[in-house]
């Protein structure tokens, strides 16, 4: 416990022990994963990735459609506090009605706003969204 500009902090490790099972769009998204495939979900005019049951708004996505995994970078953050200072992006996929964040390829000239980004796939994949590597320029 301490004293902090007046505040009290108290500190203390809380075991939560919990198991999660992948729903089905999940289960499609993380095998179109492991397949260099980028599954989104579809319905009521929503095109949702990655895969998930529901939008934003409610609506229960039913279907579920494989993207190309190419799209366009809507707003890029480097991440000067991490070694390296990493560059990451929202990316609206082509075909999305959502934004995908993932990390850009790394180099001094890392795309902009606007700019069109395709996927680079590790060649390990184990059906994780770190399969994607990063997405460079297109």
Same mark, same amino acid.
């Given at each position: 416990m301490t004293v902090d500009d007046g505040l009290l902090i108290f500190e203390q490790q809380i075991s939560l022990p919990y198991s999660y099972t992948a729903g089905g769009a999940q289960r499609a998204a993380l095998?179109?994963? @492991? $397949? &260099?495939?980028? +599954?989104?979900?579809? =319905?009521? =005019?929503? +095109? +949702?990735?990655?895969? @998930?049951?529901? &939008?934003? $708004? !409610?609506?229960? #996505? @039913?279907d579920?459609? &494989?993207l190309?995994?190419? !799209?366009e970078i809507e707003m890029v953050s480097v991440a000067h506090?991490?070694? =390296? &200072?990493? +560059?990451?992006? #929202?990316? @609206?996929?082509d075909g999305a009605t959502?934004?995908?964040?993932?990390?850009?390829?790394? =180099?001094? $000239?890392?795309?902009s706003a606007g700019d069109r980004v395709r996927p680079v796939w590790r060649a390990e994949r184990t059906g994780s969204i770190l399969d994607i590597e990063c997405f460079a320029p297109a």
């Amino acid at each position: 416990m301490t004293v902090d500009d007046g505040l009290l902090i108290f500190e203390q490790q809380i075991s939560l022990p919990y198991s999660y099972t992948a729903g089905g769009a999940q289960r499609a998204a993380l095998a179109g994963l @492991r $397949d &260099a495939e980028i +599954v989104a979900s579809t =319905g009521g =005019g929503h +095109v +949702v990735v990655p895969a @998930r049951p529901f &939008a934003a $708004d !409610g609506t229960h #996505l @039913r279907d579920t459609t &494989a993207l190309t995994g190419e !799209g366009e970078i809507e707003m890029v953050s480097v991440a000067h506090h991490l070694p =390296g &200072a990493p +560059v990451y992006a #929202l990316i @609206r996929l082509d075909g999305a009605t959502t934004l995908l964040f993932h990390r850009l390829a790394p =180099g001094p $000239d890392h795309p902009s706003a606007g700019d069109r980004v395709r996927p680079v796939w590790r060649a390990e994949r184990t059906g994780s969204i770190l399969d994607i590597e990063c997405f460079a320029p297109a």
